[in-house]
């Protein structure tokens, strides 16, 4: 950490900064330039004890030089993380993709929807059974009847199971059925939830916020991390900004920019990133070439008639289509897509 | 709503999305142009029951009229809605002040600021006693204890007290303690939350969450409402842009727009919004002057040993200055500063 | 064009916006709903003539049905433009990388360089000239002594030269040496420069200004086509956005996008885009798998003494990186690189 | 300026670094920390000529401490600038507001706004002879024969003139008819255009581009600056966010971060700002409150017929309102409303 003072700083205020440092069991180094005096802190110490020098009026700035994060960084674990669910691999030379329905909203078109999904080389079924919605008019979701089905059907199917909690009180519920749980984009920073899910020990797949920075994504795993709980997988999903031919911008860059930052295995959605059913493919096809470590699709055999999202769904065909175009872009990058047993 | 039709939409897809309407005991009006066929939508039905038709692949766009929010909107109700909190109004011709630290750090530190606040004319009590805090490193907050030095303070000084909920699991506690409860801006969009808080039928100090529009800020109060909870104060504090020299970008048009679309009062939080002590005065006169029915401020008696967000809370003697131009601004709008009894 | 009028519009109100509707040579239609009052415009005629009906008092919006860009829409030119340049061809089945220098800063590194990115397979060599820098103070091109050494380096190597005009009085300058003439992001709205460089017929490279939307840069586009000159190559170069580990965000989905609304080529520059050298090859990749026409790639001998932008620039060996994996990347869509003869 | 080198940085590489700044005049400092090492550079030495150490492949990140602006700084001139245009003053203790059309549209209608404006308090008329429009269809202004009418106009009424110019090639036409020339939004790093303003050495009114941080702004400003020009009023004028309730989001805090870092005038555009006409009062009041030197409003005596932005100007009548309310927020600051004489 570096504290820039404020031209005109006496010698007097240097020293009242350097004892606070000291007090706080770190090193302080001054150096005087011909403009400005600064600090360097030097030392293990939690940095963020110290961050109220911020606040001490003849600070100009204080600059960070290290991550805020520590356990999901790659100077903690220069390999890869690969997160195993129920023999299904997420990170490393495995491309893996998750797809299913928005919503679940029967069990007929669960297990069709489910059954296309697989054949084309799905590896994981996705499916809401607690649905957060903008308006409280929108269908909120089957809720434990929506569990159910997806238990029932990937157990039928050999298919892990990925589904949203939304509220720490119904982690019970939802982690009874579910083998992934998954924090949406608008809980990404709802930390109560982050360390509760953490405590479970479940593989999380954790959805980056629409107006978290990377550095944001990777606080809030930490949160999870910080419980012990090592299995996390990170998703980029778009974020918001000034364009609206999309419903969000798939920030095509974060896939390495997390990669280059953090061990943990990171996938795209493509469905919630652009929200327009013709910008799946080439934005999926972009994901694995950005180096991705999967996908997550949604899926639906009739999309006008899907009670959520529907305008964001694929066809099954087009899914088929999506499959092969994915397992050749994998090969370039010397990866292959992950299959079930 | 209207639905336009793609270009070369046919006779029959027409008919088609014309009896979809009419199923759902909706008017269709059809309107032949030169370039597309449009579709107007007419009755009284909820709107969203049709979304679905976006997902039709001969649509183009689906473009609604009636904002999607029912009860916190002007036209529900024109008058504007005023929310009293222990005799302290929210909303009409007052401007409300609320001030305090933003964490509860210990007893004394809190009576201290929040009599200074008072003797310069804040007329609720603010202070965090469960802190969302990016890192999980940082200080979380006091939590019950923090509660009752707040339940304490705002007793002895004939106070109301506002303090945040983040979990549903909390609410029973918090709800003891507090006069209003506040939902941050990371969980504007945490509709279990919300709609929990809104069974409580305490007042609700809504914060815009950082990539939230207006509409859905207004969303996310009708989660409130819905349950029949009609005490909202919305909070615009800022919004993530690229801006750097800020924390925040403080939307001051949105209390305009609020005001315009909504009977619900709206207050700014300058502290947030800007994350810069020295920009705290001008931004809050700013806001009184857009016509905001409030402030959030932070004050701490000595922000460099603030545990939380130092660099942003205002000394009381600058609070005074506040309140003074506050005082005067006020007048121009022919508004006047509530008073505590 | 349909016009939504506000709650309680009088049939005089109504009848008035009727008149003005006809007296413009358009057809009106009304729909009255329960709620509000819709007037559909039908006609051929520029829609933008009756833009002023938005500030008429009791008009609450205005929704265009139809794109406000004509010429570069696929609506009025279904098939792909393809743009050649001296047998370079941009757009179709081919796929065609740009690169250099960010600047040129000498004789003998503009022909190393240029010399390096040919033999990997480039086949059209950029390089600035005049540069837009955001500080006075620094480097701002070597003028027309670059062109020179621009257009030498061109004729020895059989490769078509890109370079930027940012001043209308230097077009015919530029124009003397160059074979396509960028318009920075920047001047992606100065219209009196678009419209010159529409004048000299010459192929023209218009990149995406920072906020532009992509209907803000069809519409920069339609001020060059306007002028007869139908050989624009557009270029996705990231916007602005809060995220700050990149500096910019590239916006992958517009790729697609732009090729639906639009008959022109794309491509993407990810030097710019994301700032960082470590990014350029995912990022190019995600590129060509999205479906861009080409790239445009900084190449630099010594990045640690480029003049300018040296932190965004690749190394030779690595652009032979980058080059291989595009060049599979592009089979998997079923298209080529485009080779220089 | 620090440097900041990659851990695992070697001895040697750290003396390569070292030589390199001793090479370029400038003293080097280095501070090993536990996890990094960093270098300050310290000397009067023009920092930017060190920019390419941002590419030095150890180096992590490169943090400059000083602003790379110099003449537009508090710290190069700490008295607030004052700009003087044919009496009337920007800056101070004076508000001083601009209005008129959007565009210059016939003389009669030019009259009639000016006297309008003069008669509510205005100060300067503004008025577009050239207008940037994002599409070719659009009306783009009278020309010359609009600027005529403008110094007709302004000499009559005894008011200065303030119109945009686009293009190095009209300077000489615009400068010889406009007291002010302002330099729009989409020009705000059309570097050339801002060169040569500067050498006229007239006043010259900046606004911010959408996409511009603050930084971004007082960098463009230093371009005229560095002519010798010290008249230059900034301007904001709402910046581009996801926020799609209001055509453009108003940085209500740049006017203070502004007035902090620089100590040239700064008023504010409230008509582009939001783009809707209702929001204007409540914007004009906030931005004096927030301490602008000054406003520019478009006023027009019939927006529904306006050839330009109709919807975005007010009336007349409601412009002297907006005057009111001004005059009593100034004299809250110790300011007062600007007088022509």
């Not at 293990?44 to 961050?51: A, F, I």
């Not at 089957?142 to 990925?162: A, T």
């Amino acid at each position: 950490m570096i504290i820039i003072l404020q031209p005109g700083a006496t010698d007097e205020q240097i020293r009242d900064i350097v004892s606070r440092i000291k007090s706080l069991g770190l090193g302080a180094m001054v150096s005087r330039g011909v403009h400005r005096t600064i600090v360097g802190v030097i030392g293990e110490g939690d940095k963020l004890r110290v961050k109220p020098l911020a606040a001490i009026p003849f600070v100009e700035k204080v600059v960070p030089i290290m991550s805020p994060y520590k356990l999901a960084s790659r100077e903690f674990r220069p390999e890869d993380t690969i997160v195993e669910v129920k023999g299904v691999r997420f990170g490393g030379d495995e491309v893996t993709v998750i797809a299913g329905p928005c919503a679940v909203e029967n069990r007929d078109m669960l297990f069709q929807i489910a059954s296309a999904v697989k054949a084309a080389g799905a590896s994981a079924l996705r499916g809401g059974a607690f649905k957060p919605r903008t308006s409280p008019y929108s269908f909120q979701g089957l809720g434990e009847e929506g569990l159910k089905y997806l238990r029932e059907c990937g157990d039928e199917l050999g298919m892990p199971i990925v589904t949203e909690v939304m509220d720490t009180r119904l982690i019970p519920l939802v982690e009874k059925y579910a083998d992934v749980l998954q924090i949406g984009a608008r809980n990404m920073q709802n930390f109560n939830l982050l360390t509760e899910v953490g405590k479970t020990g479940k593989p999380i797949l954790l959805k980056r916020g629409m107006s978290a920075t990377v550095k944001d994504l990777l606080l809030s795993a930490e949160y999870i991390l910080s419980q012990g709980n090592n299995n996390v997988i990170l998703c980029e999903r778009g974020i918001r900004t000034f364009e609206d031919s999309t419903r969000n911008t798939v920030d095509i860059s974060a896939v390495a920019v997390i990669q280059h930052a953090s061990h943990l295995p990171v996938i795209v959605d493509p469905s919630h990133g652009t929200g327009r059913r013709d910008l799946i493919l080439p934005v999926s096809r972009a994901a694995i070439a950005a180096g991705a470590n999967g996908l997550m699709v949604e899926v639906h055999m009739c999309p006008q008639e899907a009670l959520c999202d529907g305008e964001q769904a694929l066809l099954p065909e087009d899914f088929e289509q999506l499959m092969r175009d994915v397992r050749r872009i994998a090969e370039v990058l010397g990866k292959r897509v992950a299959q079930l047993n």
